[in-house]
Nanobody, 123 residues
Framework: QVQLVESGGGLVQAGGSLRLSCAAPGRTFSGYAMGWFRQAPGKEREFVAHISWRGGSTDYADSVKGRFTISRDNAKNTVYLQMNSLKPEDTAVYYC????????????????WGQGTQVTVFS
């Protein structure tokens, strides 16, 4: 069992930045590829970004490419999502997850999930 805890969400003006963190207290997740997803009210949970377990490979949804950066520090058991140039449409609850399946962009490939952190972008 891997417990994931997200933090760093908040209220930010459009054009601003936030950095989300995802920690695994007391447990290493260096063997897991990790992903960030988000879910806006009334919408399905959608893929945002993915990073391989060593951090050498990353993938992004087209909607965030060039604005968001995923990274990880396995020594600290933490994954980050740096979000720049935020837009109101980025408003959602953001979740980190540990992947065990094959399909990087599918929620079904992720076994462990955090509780989510709210990001609200106002114009």
């Amino acid at each position: 069992q891997v417990q994931l805890v997200e933090s760093g969400g908040g209220l930010v003006q459009a054009g601003g930045s936030l950095r989300l963190s995802c920690a695994a207290p007391g447990r290493t997740f260096s063997g897991y590829a990790m992903g960030w997803f988000r879910q806006a009210p009334g919408k399905e949970r959608e893929f945002v970004a993915h990073i391989s377990w060593r951090g050498g490979s990353t993938d992004y949804a087209d909607s965030v490419k060039g604005r968001f950066t995923i990274s990880r520090d396995n020594a600290k058991n933490t994954v980050y999502l740096q979000m720049n140039s935020l837009k109101p449409e980025d408003t959602a609850v953001y979740y980190c997850a540990a992947r065990q399946g094959v399909e990087i962009t599918s929620t079904r490939a992720y076994r462990y999930w955090g509780q989510g952190t709210q990001v609200t972008v106002f114009s």
